[in-house]
Nanobody
């Protein structure tokens, strides 16, 4: 069983920045695909960003503002969020797809095996 623990959420004004962290207990972290998703009240959970091997991929809504990165030595993936907008307000989830294949972008909820508990991000206008 893999545990994912997110941190770093909070309340920020529009235009501000936050960095989310997600620590994984997986022994295969270095080859796992790690994703960030978010869910706003009354909406479906949506893809934000994913990182696997040396590649990353972003939703159009966050491209140029958010950056996903990882530290394999610390089994941790990060989501740096800049130029935040009120529409970025959501519960942000970290997810893991174990032993991913190089060259594939895992963008669907069903691609992921494990999920964290979520961390709230609120952007005020």
């Amino acid at each position: 069983q893999v545990q994912l623990v997110e941190s770093g959420g909070g309340l920020v004004q529009a235009g501000g920045s936050l960095r989310l962290s997600c620590a994984s207990s997986a022994r295969t972290f270095w080859r796992d695909a790690m994703g960030w998703f978010r869910q706003a009240p009354g909406k479906e959970r949506e893809f934000v960003a994913t990182s696997s091997w040396s590649s990353s991929y972003y939703a159009d809504s966050v491209k140029g503002r958010f950056t996903i990165s990882r530290d394999n030595a610390k089994n941790t993936v990060y989501l740096q969020m800049n130029s935040l907008k009120p529409e970025d307000t959501a519960l942000y989830y970290c997810a893991a797809h174990l032993t991913s294949r190089s060259g594939i972008y895992y963008r669907e909820k069903d691609d992921y095996d494990y999920w964290g508990q979520g961390t709230q991000v609120t952007v005020s206008s």
